[in-house]
């Protein structure tokens, strides 16, 4: 079974940092991705970041230049965490952790509960 668990969310001053990760484990199939999508109040769920272990990095216009991902494996879990600096009151939503054998899309397979960032001006 695979899970995902986020971590790192909270609340932070317009301008701070905070960092993100998300713990998966479960992975059996070879090829994945595992992304981070943001759901704000009253908007559409976006896709903030996405790694592939086939090399492919994505990031939103939202986000570029802000974000930063990586990805780790230790014991069998894969660790995607997102370093996010320069947060604007924009950026407050909930952040979800998303995987799947091709690539991040909104109807990817698997995902975490999220973790609520809050950003205050």
């Known amino acids: 079974e695979v899970q995902l668990v986020e971590s790192g969310g909270g609340v932070v001053q317009a301008g701070g940092s905070l960092r993100l990760s998300c713990a998966v484990s479960?992975?059996?199939?070879?090829?994945?991705?595992i992304g981070w999508f943001r759901q704000a109040p009253g908007k559409e769920r976006e896709a903030v970041s996405c790694?592939?272990?086939?090399?492919?990095?994505?990031?939103g216009d939202s986000v570029k230049g802000r974000v930063t991902i990586s990805r780790d494996i230790a014991e069998n879990t894969v660790y995607l965490t997102m370093q996010m600096n320069n947060l604007e009151p924009e950026d407050t939503a909930v952040y979800f952790c998303?995987?799947?054998?091709?690539?991040?899309?909104?109807?990817?397979?698997?995902w975490g509960k999220g973790t609520l960032v809050t950003v205050s001006s």
């Open positions: 998303a995987a799947d054998a091709t690539w991040c899309y909104d109807g990817m397979d698997y």
């Open positions: 479960g992975l059996t199939f070879g090829t994945y991705a």
């Open positions: 790694s592939s272990t086939d090399g492919r990095v994505y990031y």
